[in-house]
């Protein structure tokens, strides 16, 4: 490791003490980088769900994860492990399976994207989550093509708002929920083709109105529960339900015979668990499919705010009010 890097760093965790559930900040050894590896001073990370449900307990890191939260980061490779010497100096942002609020993080020189001009190190941090999330759901699992009508729950999210952004960029008709009219408005603004409040109308007659009763191609469900059978009866014969998180429970009841009458289609993902030869292939379909849009400016995510790394426990409380609308970043400084 080179010798003008410290030896220690700044570094956020849940709080190791029974019963409290905050965040707290440590002081950790800086982790070396092995074979393919980077080390990245982090300028910015990304705050996403299930950094909310790390901090309470709720989902622990994978074998070999950190404890450190974080699952993107924006920076500088600083150093390289063996067979990845040739990026060291450059600009990139990452998805990592852990260790993003810290000072700084290991990648995976095959998660990592360059970043260009047009993104600011914030930005570039609120990317790579959603990004590589939408792609593999929307787009590979769940199959949406040019002109095809989608349903994205949660449609003012992180999540929602890449989808709204890339389904305008590749063609597609994408309607939203959302909880308040003015959430409704925003994404609409941002270019979804339509807005649905769910606590005062119901999306599934929505669906069927907007789509002249065919209903849609594809669901991005991160609902769960007693949305999904909603779900299948949004879709047109043919469609594909994607669950991608279950915040309303892991469980539901359907009716088989609907599925095979339609030929439904359902699946789903986790990406955190995935190993890194995965990644590192949807990074490769990203570059080539979607990145030169980031390149061009055409495509940014939405930032709702950023806060200090020492205020993380801030940017937490502002994701669990739902107020939000896009990504939460947080910054390193000087």
Not at 9 to 17: D, E, G, R
Not at 157 to 177: K, Q, W
Request: a negative charge.
């Amino acid at each position: 490791m080179p010798g003008s890097l410290p030896s220690t760093m700044k570094a956020v965790i849940a709080s190791p003490t029974e019963g409290d559930d905050r965040l707290v900040m440590v002081e950790r050894p800086l982790p070396e980088p092995g074979p393919g590896e980077a080390l990245i001073k982090v300028a910015a990370a990304g705050v996403n769900r299930p950094d909310i449900l790390q901090r309470r307990g709720m989902y622990p890191p994978p074998p070999g994860a950190p404890d450190v939260l974080g699952l993107e980061i924006a920076g500088e490779i600083v150093a390289t492990g063996e067979g990845a010497e040739e990026v060291l100096g450059q600009r990139v942002c990452a998805l990592v399976a852990g260790g993003g609020y810290a000072e700084y993080c290991l990648a995976p020189i095959g998660t990592c994207l360059a970043v260009p001009d047009a993104l600011s190190m914030v930005e570039a941090a609120a990317m790579p989550e959603t990004l590589f999330t939408v792609w593999v759901n929307l787009f590979e699992r769940g199959f949406a093509a040019d002109g095809d009508w989608v349903l994205i729950h949660g449609g003012t999210s992180g999540i929602g708002t890449m989808g709204i952004a890339l389904g305008t960029l590749f063609g597609l008709h994408v309607i939203v929920t959302c909880g308040t009219d003015l959430k409704c408005r925003r994404a609409l603004d941002l270019g979804a083709e339509a807005a649905i409040n769910y606590r005062s109308q119901d999306f599934v007659e929505e669906v069927h109105r907007l789509t002249d009763r065919k209903g849609v191609s594809v669901v991005v469900d991160m609902v769960g529960g007693d949305y999904l059978p909603r779900n299948l009866s949004c879709l047109a014969e043919e469609g594909r339900h994607v669950s991608i998180a279950v915040q309303r429970g892991p469980s539901a009841e359907i009716h088989i015979v609907d599925i095979m009458r339609r030929r439904l289609t359902l699946t789903g993902s986790t990406l955190r668990p995935r190993s890194v030869e995965f990644k590192t292939m949807v990074a490769d379909e990203i570059a080539k499919t979607v990145w030169p849009y980031v390149e061009g400016g055409r495509l940014k995510p939405v930032i709702d705010r950023v806060y200090p790394l020492a205020d993380a426990n801030e940017a937490h409380a502002r994701m669990e009010s739902g107020e939000h609308v896009g990504k939460i970043v947080l910054e390193m400084g000087e």
